[in-house]
T-cell receptor
Framework: DAGITQSPRHKVTETGTPVTLRCHQTENHRYMYWYRQDPGHGLRLIHY???????DKGEVSDGYSVSRSKTEDFLLTLESATSSQTSVYFC????????????FGPGTRLTVL | KNEVEQSPQNLTAQEGEFITINCSYSVGISALHWLQQHPGGGIVSLFMLSSGKKKHGRLIATINIQEKHSSLHITASHPRDSAVYICAVRVSGAQKLVFGQGTRLTINP
């Protein structure tokens, strides 16, 4: 299995609080992605990174920010969590972007009350 | 209309049956991925293909670029194949994948 971990794995928080999710990889892959998965929707891209300090928005980026200061870590921050951000969040990595296989982390279940 | 459509949404079959899951897309693509999501939530990449056919064990994936269609076949299905199967495409010129909503497969013993 690719070395990808996510932390925390579960989190319950209240509306208006900041939340940071961490994705850590040991594969030295260049690309890292944050997705959310909700019932009735496929996986949807929030943000992705194509290198240290290089990030871009996905299709559902509003309310989220990301940072990548090291190859191995990609952080997703909800500045002020809302109930609509209750979801399961997956991190993924790939060696050379969408033309290469993506490896997924175990997911983080976030509940915003 | 979603750019990636999968059918059926749900499929229940008996152990040993031949399974086909379909994926149609409406955009130009440079690659198509098939993923498997286990009941526990983990997601595993099964195939990435841009033409023709690939086989891994009892799984076969095919793609017809002209018809904008891909199929995932499972031969001699087993209860451990029960999972959600997800199709995703890389839109030509884009740096991201677009995902279908998944097909939930249940194989009964």
């Amino acid at each position: 299995d690719a070395g990808i971990t996510q932390s925390p794995r579960h989190k319950v928080t209240e509306t208006g609080t900041p939340v940071t999710l961490r994705c850590h990889q040991t594969e030295n892959h260049r690309y890292m992605y944050w997705y959310r998965q909700d019932p009735g929707h496929g996986l949807r891209l929030i943000h992705y990174s194509y290198g240290v300090k290089d990030t871009d928005k996905g299709e559902v980026s509003d309310g989220y920010s990301v940072s990548r200061s090291k190859t191995e870590d990609f952080l997703l921050t909800l500045e002020s969590a809302t109930s609509s951000q209750t979801s399961v969040y997956f991190c993924a990595i790939s060696e050379s972007g969408p033309m290469s296989e993506q490896f997924f982390g175990p997911g983080t279940r976030l509940t915003v009350l | 209309k979603n750019e990636v459509e999968q059918s059926p949404q749900n499929l229940t079959a008996q152990e040993g049956e031949f399974i086909t899951i379909n994926c149609s897309y409406s955009v130009g693509i440079s690659a198509l991925h098939w993923l498997q999501q286990h009941p526990g939530g983990g997601i595993v990449s099964l195939f990435m293909l841009s033409s023709g056919k690939k086989k891994h064990g009892r799984l076969i994936a095919t793609i017809n670029i002209q018809e904008k269609h891909s199929s995932l076949h499972i031969t001699a299905s087993h209860p451990r194949d029960s999972a959600v199967y997800i199709c995703a495409v890389r839109v030509s010129g884009a740096q991201k994948l677009v995902f279908g909503q998944g097909t939930r497969l249940t194989i009964n013993p």
